[in-house]
Each structure stands twice: as structure tokens, then as C-alpha cells.
């Protein structure tokens, strides 16, 4: 069969049935740049495509989650998971018959702006652009779909489909001011509509990613040893599933038990996401995906008991885990780095690589300066841990009497 006389509708799972209150691949908005479409591939199969083919995507595997990456093989990272993002994301569209690889590919690339080192990263960056508008990863990650990753001889960036991009935009929610206008300057020729609430694949994605890290962490702080089983049950959510397991298995080692203890509390919590999405679009009867945009809440989420216990567990994490000394310790001195290296290029732009450095026009000016710290900020943001360590030490040992400290 010639390729123009390919049925798509038989190709996978791409163009089959889908609920109504989905988002429909043969209804896109289309691209900023308008392509040939795919015989084989729906416009959401192939922005997954692009994304898991990009620079970005692979940077993720040296990008700290929240242990610097070379503590260990088996904590995650950005890339780990994103991985575990998609799967969950993938399990509650496939529920409610969304579009699976809109889902999927939001998952993958909700990650792409993250600093090296996690929000210490962030937080650093963001200190040391404040007279330059400042830092935001969600922003960051637009900027690099949009603009920085550079494949492709007709455009730059990923030129993906308006509902990645607006899942991207809207995936935690409404935008509101400042942060609308930047992502409106980022992309002027789309209306994204942020106001408003993505669709339920954003959606999924977003509170897929608070899942994943939830679990994760635990699973991670057990692994440190920074986090122990006793400390757990501190959380009544934690102690209801550790009682569950120790019923069923009496004497279960406490690896396995840690283990057991994420399986059951990923099931849980989308369990409860499923039984309370589908009360609410009982409740809102939504009869396209613009409906769900137009909603007055989200309605893919968590129920209100279990939002409260997972705002507890957040706590916990954050007073255990995140803020642990040892952590923190480890942190500070990411921030450092980070501060340094931004410190560094400004002085002496040169020391950038010339591919990076010849997209900056220098121009008279305070907005000449801005789009010098712009174009800094994109290039750290960049940067994986492992790298920007080592342009810390060779900073450092050219210039070490510019007040360079040693890096983490």
C-alpha cells in the first residue's frame, strides 16, 4: 500500500476511541510551524518522539533528583524519574481513556528546565538573575522545547503541538501574573489560554510527578539510611500501610519492607486519584477537553482526605529528608557552585563556548546586559551536576583568586 493510502485509524492505538472529555490528536491546534503530518504517528506520538530524542532528555540522567548523582547507582534522577512519571501517568489516562501519548510526552519533558543539583540549582539561579527577571524551571522548560534545542533545519527548538505546549504552560494549574506574561513573550503567537486549566493529560502528568517523587523520595531516604522505618510511622498514612505489611508478612526484612511500602502506597494514591476523578466528572459531565479547561477546578486529583494526607506527608519529607543536614550540607555547596559559575560567565562571557556565545548579540544598554544574563542562565540551567562541577574546578583553577571556592 502506498503511503498516501495508509488507513491511520488501523495503525496502533493512536487514533482508536477515546472518551469525550479527551484531547483529540485529529483536533490539534497544530505547531507554531506548520509540518507535514505523520502517515503512522498522531501529532501526540510524535511530540513524544522528539522529546525522548532530544539533548535535554538525556541530560536528565546526570541531573540530580535529591541526591546528587554521584552518591549512588541506584537513587534517581531527573531522568529515573521522569520514567516513573510517564508510567504512572500513562496507568491513570489509560483509566479514563485520555490520550495516552499527549500524557506520556508531558510526563517526559516537565523536567527539562531543572538546574543541575535540584532546587538548590534553581534556588541559586534564581537569586542571581533577580535583576534580570529571575529563574523559573516550568518557564525554562518552554524555553528549551520552544527555542534551545536545535535539531531541525526549519526551526529551532522542538516545534511541538499547541497542547503539549500549553500542558507544559498549565500542567500545575492556572498561570498567573508575572509568570503569564513571560510564557506569552516566550511564545507570542500562541494563545495558551492560562487562565485556565490544562486538560485532564496535563493533569494526570502533574499530579503523576507528585506521586512518583512521594514514593520515590521514601524509597531513596530508606536507600540513604537518612530515613528509617521507625521514622515512618511518624506519618499515619505511612503507619496504616506498615501495619498492612507486617500483618501479611511478619519478619519481612526492612529492604523488602521499604519496597513493599512504595508499591502499595503508589497503588494507593491512584486508587483514590481514580475514585475521585471519576466523582467529579460525574459531577461536571465535561463533554470535550475544552470543558475540562473551562471547569472551575481541576478534576483529576486527589480527594479531599487524601490531599490532606499527602500535604502530611509532604511535611514530613521536608522536615526528614530535604532538610536533613547531610543533605543540606551537600546543597549549600551546590548552590555555590552555581552562584560562582553565573558570577564567572557575566565577568568574562568568552569563557562560554563560542556555539552558545554567538547567539548572544551584545548590544548597548541595560537590555544588552539582560540578554547576556539570559543567554548565562539557559547555558547553566543546562548543564548537568557532573558538568558543572567541572567547570566549577577549571574556573577555579584559572581563575582562583576570583573568590571560586572548591565544588562539591
Given at each position: 500500500?502506498?503511503?498516501?493510502?495508509?488507513?491511520?485509524?488501523?495503525?496502533?492505538?493512536?487514533?482508536?476511541?477515546?472518551?469525550?472529555?479527551?484531547?483529540?490528536?485529529?483536533?490539534?491546534?497544530?505547531?507554531?510551524?506548520?509540518?507535514?503530518?505523520?502517515?503512522?504517528?498522531?501529532?501526540?506520538?510524535?511530540?513524544?518522539?522528539?522529546?525522548?530524542?532530544?539533548?535535554?532528555?538525556?541530560?536528565?540522567?546526570?541531573?540530580?533528583?535529591?541526591?546528587?548523582?554521584?552518591?549512588?547507582?541506584?537513587?534517581?534522577?531527573?531522568?529515573?524519574?521522569?520514567?516513573?512519571?510517564?508510567?504512572?501517568?500513562?496507568?491513570?489516562?489509560?483509566?479514563?481513556?485520555?490520550?495516552?501519548?499527549?500524557?506520556?510526552?508531558?510526563?517526559?519533558?516537565?523536567?527539562?528546565?531543572?538546574?543541575?543539583?535540584?532546587?538548590?540549582?534553581?534556588?541559586?539561579?534564581?537569586?542571581?538573575?533577580?535583576?534580570?527577571?529571575?529563574?523559573?524551571?516550568?518557564?525554562?522548560?518552554?524555553?528549551?522545547?520552544?527555542?534551545?534545542?536545535?535539531?531541525?533545519?526549519?526551526?529551532?527548538?522542538?516545534?511541538?503541538?499547541?497542547?503539549?505546549?500549553?500542558?507544559?504552560?498549565?500542567?500545575?494549574?492556572?498561570?498567573?501574573?508575572?509568570?503569564?506574561?513571560?510564557?506569552?513573550?516566550l511564545l507570542p503567537s500562541l494563545e495558551l489560554k492560562l487562565n485556565g486549566y490544562a486538560s485532564l493529560e496535563a493533569q494526570a502528568a502533574a499530579i503523576s510527578?507528585?506521586?512518583?517523587?512521594?514514593?520515590?523520595?521514601?524509597?531513596?531516604?530508606?536507600?540513604?539510611?537518612?530515613?528509617?522505618?521507625?521514622?515512618?510511622?511518624?506519618?499515619?498514612?505511612?503507619?496504616?500501610?506498615?501495619?498492612?505489611?507486617?500483618?501479611?508478612?511478619?519478619?519481612?526484612?526492612?529492604?523488602?519492607?521499604?519496597?513493599?511500602?512504595?508499591?502499595?502506597l503508589i497503588t494507593l494514591m491512584v486508587e483514590d486519584v481514580i475514585a475521585e476523578t471519576q466523582r467529579r466528572l460525574?459531577?461536571?459531565?465535561?463533554?470535550?477537553?475544552?470543558?475540562?479547561?473551562?471547569?472551575?477546578?481541576?478534576?483529576?486529583?486527589?480527594?479531599?482526605?487524601?490531599?490532606?494526607?499527602?500535604?502530611?506527608?509532604?511535611?514530613?519529607?521536608?522536615?526528614?529528608?530535604?532538610?536533613?543536614?547531610?543533605?543540606?550540607?551537600?546543597?549549600?555547596?551546590?548552590?555555590?557552585?552555581?552562584?560562582?559559575?553565573?558570577?564567572?560567565?557575566?565577568?568574562?562571557?568568552?569563557?562560554?563556548?563560542?556555539?552558545?556565545?554567538?547567539?548572544?548579540?551584545?548590544?548597548?544598554?541595560?537590555?544588552?546586559?539582560?540578554?547576556?544574563?539570559?543567554?548565562?542562565?539557559?547555558?547553566?540551567?543546562?548543564?548537568?551536576?557532573?558538568?558543572?562541577?567541572?567547570?566549577?574546578?577549571?574556573?577555579?583553577?584559572?581563575?582562583?583568586?576570583?573568590?571560586?571556592?572548591?565544588?562539591?
Amino acid at each position: 500500500m502506498a503511503t498516501d493510502e495508509l488507513d491511520v485509524s488501523r495503525i496502533g492505538f493512536g487514533f482508536t476511541d477515546r472518551a469525550v472529555f479527551a484531547v483529540d490528536p485529529a483536533k490539534t491546534a497544530g505547531r507554531v510551524f506548520p509540518e507535514p503530518e505523520s502517515p503512522t504517528r498522531t501529532v501526540y506520538q510524535r511530540d513524544r518522539d522528539r522529546i525522548i530524542h532530544s539533548n535535554a532528555f538525556r541530560r536528565l540522567k546526570h541531573k540530580t533528583q535529591v541526591f546528587i548523582s554521584d552518591e549512588g547507582d541506584h537513587y534517581r534522577t531527573r531522568l529515573t524519574h521522569s520514567i516513573e512519571v510517564a508510567q504512572i501517568a500513562r496507568s491513570i489516562a489509560r483509566a479514563f481513556r485520555l490520550d495516552e501519548d499527549l500524557t506520556e510526552a508531558l510526563a517526559l519533558a516537565h523536567d527539562f528546565g531543572h538546574t543541575p543539583f535540584g532546587h538548590a540549582g534553581e534556588r541559586a539561579l534564581d537569586a542571581a538573575t533577580s535583576d534580570f527577571g529571575g529563574f523559573d524551571h516550568n518557564l525554562q522548560s518552554l524555553r528549551v522545547v520552544s527555542k534551545m534545542e536545535r535539531r531541525y533545519p526549519r526551526f529551532d527548538g522542538l516545534n511541538l503541538s499547541w497542547e503539549t505546549l500549553e500542558g507544559l504552560a498549565k500542567h500545575n494549574g492556572p498561570v498567573a501574573e508575572p509568570l503569564a506574561g513571560r510564557i506569552q513573550h516566550l511564545l507570542p503567537s500562541l494563545e495558551l489560554k492560562l487562565n485556565g486549566y490544562a486538560s485532564l493529560e496535563a493533569q494526570a502528568a502533574a499530579i503523576s510527578d507528585d506521586i512518583a517523587y512521594d514514593t520515590h523520595d521514601i524509597d531513596d531516604g530508606l536507600r540513604s539510611g537518612l530515613l528509617t522505618l521507625a521514622q515512618l510511622r511518624q506519618v499515619p498514612l505511612l503507619r496504616r500501610l506498615l501495619d498492612g505489611i507486617e500483618d501479611e508478612f511478619a519478619g519481612l526484612d526492612a529492604e523488602r519492607t521499604g519496597h513493599e511500602l512504595s508499591r502499595r502506597l503508589i497503588t494507593l494514591m491512584v486508587e483514590d486519584v481514580i475514585a475521585e476523578t471519576q466523582r467529579r466528572l460525574q459531577t461536571y459531565q465535561p463533554d470535550s477537553a475544552d470543558a475540562v479547561r473551562a471547569a472551575s477546578q481541576p478534576l483529576l486529583c486527589f480527594s479531599a482526605p487524601f490531599s490532606f494526607e499527602e500535604k502530611e506527608l509532604k511535611e514530613f519529607l521536608f522536615r526528614s529528608l530535604y532538610r536533613h543536614p547531610s543533605l543540606m550540607q551537600r546543597m549549600v555547596a551546590a548552590e555555590k557552585i552555581v552562584q560562582d559559575l553565573f558570577a564567572a560567565y557575566m565577568s568574562n562571557i568568552e569563557e562560554i563556548p563560542g556555539p552558545w556565545r554567538h547567539q548572544f548579540a551584545p548590544g548597548p544598554g541595560p537590555m544588552g546586559e539582560h540578554k547576556k544574563a539570559r543567554m548565562v542562565a539557559d547555558y547553566i540551567a543546562g548543564m548537568t551536576d557532573s558538568f558543572a562541577s567541572q567547570e566549577h574546578r577549571r574556573l577555579h583553577r584559572q581563575h582562583g583568586s576570583s573568590g571560586l571556592d572548591h565544588p562539591v
